[in-house]
């Protein structure tokens, strides 16, 4: 039971990196402050713990809609990525480090998935 939680937070501490670097990315671009958009992009998630026990309560409420909803969820943060994040990495004509990025990300995270149960 402890090594599946261990996993489940390595796994939500593994996406909160490009969600944090949405924030802080466009941030640095626009006004050259790297410290500051660190900053904001570290705050970014700090608003997590206090939603995760809001949702851990709410989470008994509508159990029979969460495939759902964490479906939905994903498919969100897939969409942020893939559309804000990979054009800019691929500036060069033969750059593919967002793509390569981006698909193991998504193994990373279906291998943590399935290890879960």
């Known amino acids: 039971m402890v090594m599946g939680a261990l996993m489940l937070a390595i796994g939500i501490g593994i996406q909160n990196i490009p969600e944090g670097a949405v924030v802080a990315l466009p941030f640095a671009a626009e006004t050259g402050k790297s410290g500051k958009a660190f900053l904001y992009g570290t705050m970014s998630g700090a608003v997590e713990p206090i939603a ?19 479906a939905f969820a994903a498919g969100c943060m897939l ?37 879960l149960g």
Do not use: R
């Not at 995760?52 to 964490?70: D, K, N, S, T, Y």
């Not at 804000?84 to 291998?111: C, K, N, R, T, Y």
């Open 79 to 115: 969409y942020v990525i893939a559309e804000e994040m990979i054009p800019d990495l691929q500036s060069e004509a033969s750059s593919h480090e967002g793509v390569w990025s981006l698909m193991i990300g998504f193994v990373l995270m279906m291998v943590l998935d399935t290890a």
């Open 52 to 70: 995760a026990v809001i949702g851990l309560f709410l989470a008994f409420l509508v159990e029979p809609l969460m495939p759902w909803a964490l």
